[in-house]
Each structure stands twice: as C-alpha cells, then as structure tokens.
C-alpha cells in the first residue's frame, strides 16, 4: 500500500497553487492534505466499485456506499486514524456487504419486512442515543451545528426506510436487493455510531500499527 506521504505529486501541486497565490506553509500543508485525502477518496471509490463489479454485485455495492455515505454525512460515525486503512476496509466491506445483502433478498418478503422493521427501531434508537457522533478529539462546538447535524441524521433514517418501504410493495424484480442493501447499510452506520464500535475501530488501529503510516 502507498502511504500518504508518497504522494508526491499532490505536494508538488499544492507547492505550485501556494506560490502562485503566495499562500502561508500552514495554508500550503492544509491544500496537501486536502489533496491526498481527495486521491484517496478516488482511489478508494475506484477499487470498491471494481471489486463489487468482479463480484457481480456492482449496483448493490454503490447502493451500499451512498447509503452509508448519506448517514456518515449527517450522523458521523467511527473510523481509523489513517485514511489508508479506512480506505482498504470500504474496499473489502461494501462489496461483501452487497454479498450479503444479496443473500437475505431470497428470504421470504414476510421475513425481509420483519428484518426491515427491526433495522429501522435499531437505527432509531441509536440515532436518539448517539447521534451525532462526535469524539473529545474533534468536539461539535456549535450546538446549533449539533443540532442541525441530529435533524438531518433523522432524515437520513427517514428516507432510507421510505425508499425501503416502497421497494417492499414493489413487484419490480430487483427490488428485495435493493431494500436489504439499504437495510445493511443503514444498521451498519448506526451501529458504527455506538461506542463498541469506537474500541473495534481503536484495536483495528492497534493491530495494523504500521498500515498506512509512512512507507508500507
């Protein structure tokens, strides 16, 4: 894996953008990091994709991003300390999470409801408990933010389960796919915002010391 700090071109840009614009090394270190993070985030779209593609669940596995996506965005949720081990987690994840979304879409409807149902109390719960997420690293200063933060994160819970519930009464062919890839994805970030999941993220971290750190 590439480290951060082998990004050189991103440097070089940022390096080139602050000259001509004669910014400060402080604003020239922030442009680089904002640089790398935006490759990364590339790099880690890309392959997530591309592994759900050879996995033939290509669709599910977008399905998957933009529904964490619209609760991480809203709710926040736990992560690793290093973009690149975030980044080799979503790449392996979504697309077993598509994998075993795929696998609960041949149960029953009766049996999918029922899953659904329960998906959205948990996730109910959890926002109530925990949303949104915040860490005494990175604090939400600002409650009107928190509680901007908190409403969305509710809407996001609303639209998910609106969109499922509209998929459950659909005689569409692939819509029981759908509704358990909203349905994982959905549990997944909210239980991603508990503190449990806060210690799994920190032993992740601790197990994979070297990951991501400077010149794997």
Not at 58 to 74: A, E, G, S
Request: contains cysteine; positive net charge.
């Amino acid at each position: 894996m590439i480290a951060l700090d082998s990004l050189n071109f991103c440097k070089k840009w940022a390096a080139s953008l602050a000259s001509q614009n004669q910014l400060s090394p402080d604003r020239e270190a922030e442009i680089t990091f904002a640089l790398e993070l935006l490759v990364i985030n590339i790099f880690n779209l890309a392959f997530t994709l591309l592994l759900g593609w050879i996995l033939g669940v290509f669709t599910l596995t977008l399905v998957c991003i933009i529904t964490v996506t619209l609760f991480r965005h809203t709710a926040g949720g736990a992560h690793s300390d290093s973009p690149w081990r975030c980044a080799f987690f979503t790449i392996l994840f979504f697309p077993l999470m598509a994998l075993f979304a795929r696998y609960l879409s041949f149960f029953s409807y009766q049996y999918m409801d029922m899953l659904m149902l329960a998906g959205i109390i948990t996730g109910l719960l959890l926002l109530l408990r925990y949303s949104p997420y915040e860490t005494p690293q990175a604090p939400i200063i600002s409650p009107l933010r928190r509680a901007i933060l908190r409403k969305l994160s509710f809407m996001a819970l609303g639209i998910s389960a609106a969109i499922m519930a509209v998929l459950s009464l659909s005689s569409w062919p692939p819509a029981s796919l759908f509704q358990m890839g909203i349905f994982i994805s959905m549990l997944w970030a909210t239980i991603n915002l508990t503190p449990l999941a806060r210690k799994v993220w920190h032993r992740f971290d601790q197990i994979t010391p070297g990951f991501g750190k400077g010149g794997e």
